[in-house]
């Protein structure tokens, strides 16, 4: 069990940039670099959506086709945080960000919300014209 908190939203003009921060704490079971870690967000009146995912041990990587070459996900497992660096921004991008955390090895269905089991509370990231 992780314990997770997003930092690093705000408003941003489109064409801009913006890193996010996911802070784990261990609450119990194995270290963070034994978690596999995902970025969701949601839109006022839809569904939350996959963003982006990163394995262990390997870190690879998986992003969705929106946002696949603009940003990038990353871990410090030393520091116990998870980032996700945003480049280009688009209006279409604003939404509130989740990071979320499973004690498992990546399998099919990893850029899935059902994986996940432990999930904060999201960081609000709105892009202006």
């Known amino acids: 069990q992780v314990q997770l908190v997003e930092s690093g939203g705000g408003l941003v003009q489109a064409g801009g940039s913006l890193t996010l921060s996911c802070a784990g704490r261990?609450?119990?079971?194995?270290?963070?670099?034994?978690?596999?870690m995902g970025w969701f967000r949601q839109a006022p009146g839809k569904e939350r959506e996959f963003v982006a995912s990163?394995?262990?041990?390997?870190?690879?990587?998986v992003y969705a086709d929106s946002v696949k070459g603009r940003f990038t996900t990353s871990r410090n497992n030393g520091k116990y945080v998870l980032y996700l660096q945003m480049n280009n921004l688009r209006i279409e991008d604003t939404a509130v960000y989740y990071c979320?955390?499973?004690?498992?090895?990546?399998?099919?269905?990893?850029?899935?919300?059902?994986?996940?089991?432990?999930w904060g509370q999201g960081t609000q990231v709105t892009v202006s014209s």
């Open positions: 979320a955390a499973r004690d498992r090895l990546e399998t099919t269905g990893w850029d899935t919300s059902a994986f996940y089991t432990d």
């Open positions: 990163i394995s262990w041990p390997s870190s690879r990587k």
């Open positions: 261990i609450v119990a079971g194995p270290p963070f670099d034994r978690y596999t």
